[in-house]
C-alpha cells in the first residue's frame, strides 16, 4: 500500500466518519486499491475492518443486502444471489485478490470494466450511505461520484429475475474489451454495459448506443466499442427471450 503516514482502527461509524472529514484520509477495505501503490503518500487509511460492514443477508423486501466489506468471494460463495452475479464475482479478481477485494471498494472504484458492477446495476443497486447524503441508486452514485464525506455501508440489490451475459475481448481470459448483462423481469428488461464509458452504465435494449461515448484504447476504438455495444445487447436479448 502506500507509504502512509498514520493508520486509522476505528470503532463505529461515527468515529470513521470523523476521522474521513480529514482530506488526506482514505477508507481502507480490503486495501486491494491502496496496495497497489508503493509510492510514498500524504495519506492516512482509515481500516473500516472493526465496523461489521461484510455481512450479506435477505431483507423483508425480498432483496440482498450485501456489506460494503464483503468481500468479493463472499459473494461468490453467497446463495442468496443468482448464479449470474456469483459467477461475475469470481470474474472480476483471481482468487488471491477475491478474498481480499471488497464491494465497498468495487463500488467506490467504480472501474468502467467492472462485470460485477454491471451485473449490480441490472439487479436494481442500490447504495447505503453514512454520513450526510442520502442513500442512492448505484447508477445514481456511479454517475456523481461518492458524495463527499460519506461512507458507503452496503449495496442492496433484487436478486429476481432470469439473466444472460456476452461479452468479447482478445481472448476467452482478457479482461471483456465490451460486456453486457441482462436481467429480465415482468415487463421490461435491464441491460448493463462495460467498457463503453468512464463506469459500467444501464442503457435502452432498444437503443443501446444513444448517448455512449466510448473512448478507445489499443484493444478497439469508439466505434468498434459502439459496435460491440449493439451486438452483444442482441445477443443476451436473444438467450433473455429465446
Not at 450511505?129 to 452514485?141: I, K, N, Q, T, Y
Amino acid at each position: 500500500m502506500p507509504l502512509v503516514t498514520a493508520y486509522h482502527r476505528p470503532a463505529s461509524l461515527d468515529e470513521a466518519l470523523d476521522l474521513l472529514s480529514v482530506p488526506e484520509r482514505v477508507a481502507l477495505g480490503g486495501g486491494t486499491t491502496l496496495n497497489a501503490d508503493r509510492e510514498p503518500s500524504d495519506l492516512e487509511a482509515v481500516d473500516l475492518q472493526s465496523l461489521g460492514l461484510d455481512a450479506i443477508a435477505a431483507t423483508g423486501a425480498g432483496s440482498v443486502r450485501i456489506g460494503a466489506t464483503a468481500t468479493l468471494d463472499a459473494v461468490r460463495r453467497c446463495e442468496l444471489l443468482p448464479d449470474s452475479l456469483r459467477e461475475l464475482a469470481r470474474l472480476e479478481q483471481p482468487s488471491t485478490l477475491r478474498t481480499l477485494a471488497s464491494v465497498g471498494g468495487l463500488v467506490a472504484k467504480a472501474s468502467a470494466e467492472s462485470l460485477l458492477l454491471a451485473g449490480l446495476l441490472a439487479h436494481d443497486g442500490r447504495v447505503e450511505l453514512a454520513g450526510p447524503a442520502s442513500d442512492l441508486s448505484l447508477a445514481e452514485l456511479l454517475g456523481a461520484g461518492l458524495p463527499q464525506s460519506s461512507l458507503i455501508t452496503a449495496v442492496t440489490v433484487d436478486p429476481s429475475g432470469r439473466t444472460a451475459t456476452a461479452r468479447t475481448g482478445r481472448t476467452p481470459a482478457d479482461v471483456p474489451i465490451v460486456a453486457a448483462y441482462g436481467r429480465r423481469m415482468e415487463g421490461f428488461v435491464a441491460m448493463a454495459l462495460t467498457g463503453v464509458g468512464d463506469h459500467p452504465v444501464l442503457v435502452d435494449v432498444y437503443d443501446p448506443t444513444a448517448g455512449l461515448e466510448p473512448a478507445g484504447d489499443f484493444r478497439g476504438g469508439r466505434e468498434y466499442r459502439l459496435h460491440l455495444a449493439g451486438t452483444l445487447t442482441a445477443r443476451v436479448m436473444q438467450e433473455l427471450y429465446p
